[in-house]
């Protein structure tokens, strides 16, 4: 095929995950190969031509969470590999495979069982944040109130140092303005019990601030969620708990990135 024929990768991998998805007994298996190809692929290759896909473009998909999401890009590599494998199979594509590991990529990418332990990582991998929020609940701070509940609502600092409590209304929606957003539009989270019952704690503690989370009736720091990790020595950034959010949204859930 020419540069003008045959289907993009987005459009094959799609293809090749509805058929693959029959002999799959979990439905979630299909969506967490659907979602880590939206995230991590498609912004890269999507919209490229099957024939004209290189070993340059796997590693430009593959270098930036190679060495942060070690085991997700492991994933990711083996899933870019069926599809591309498939698209040969159909006569869409010949050569090599360029997101092989054996004898390829391995001889570009450390392996990710020398990786993923001595990187510290600036995202705590989701399968520890149970075990991390337990920590947190066991101490008195108003920062770790704080962090716990930007950790349930994938939010930003500046979201949660700076919310009101009149902007949680009785449907315990909140209502985050534009000014403090990043799209600079505002933004309503539906708040779980668990938030709810941190917001408690913290108006018991500080019953007449205007704030969610306050002492005196000041809000919070920029830097009292990072150095309330780095008081528990954690090698990891307050933002990177959304970026593990995306992750396990991505590999557990059925649910888009989006």
């Not at 094959?12 to 998805?21: H, P, S």
């Not at 290189?54 to 890009?73: Q, R, S």
């Not at 938030?195 to 009736?217: A, N, T």
Request: proline content about 6%.
């Amino acid at each position: 095929p020419n540069e003008n024929t045959g289907p993009t990768f987005s459009e094959f991998a799609d293809e090749c995950i509805a058929n693959k998805a029959h002999e799959w007994r979990n439905d979630k298996h299909a969506a967490q190969w659907r979602n880590t190809i939206k995230t991590y692929v498609n912004p890269m290759i999507g919209q490229k031509q099957l024939d004209l896909i290189d070993t340059e473009d796997i590693l430009a998909v593959l270098t930036p969470i190679w060495y942060t999401k070690t085991e997700t890009a492991a994933r990711v590599r083996g899933r870019i590999e069926w599809v591309l494998a498939a698209a040969t199979t159909r006569k869409l594509r010949s050569g090599q495979n360029p997101a092989a590991w054996r004898g390829h990529l391995e001889t570009i990418l450390p392996k990710r069982t020398k990786v993923a332990p001595v990187v510290h990582h600036s995202a705590l991998p989701y399968e520890q944040i149970p075990s991390f929020m337990g920590q947190l609940r066991n101490l008195e701070a108003v920062s770790a109130l704080a962090l716990q509940f930007l950790i349930l609502n994938a939010s930003r600092v500046g979201e949660v140092i700076g919310a009101l409590r009149t902007e949680v209304n009785q449907s315990s929606i909140w209502t985050i303005p534009a000014n403090r957003m990043k799209a600079a539009r505002p933004h309503r989270v539906p708040l779980g019990k668990k938030s709810l019952e941190l917001l408690e704690v913290s108006k018991f503690l500080d019953p007449d601030s205007p704030y969610l989370f306050s002492i005196d009736k000041r809000p919070l720091s920029n830097m009292a969620l990072t150095m309330l990790l780095r008081r528990l020595d954690y090698k990891v950034t307050v933002h990177g708990f959304r970026s593990s959010f995306r992750d396990w949204a991505a590999e557990e859930t059925n649910h888009s990135s989006d």
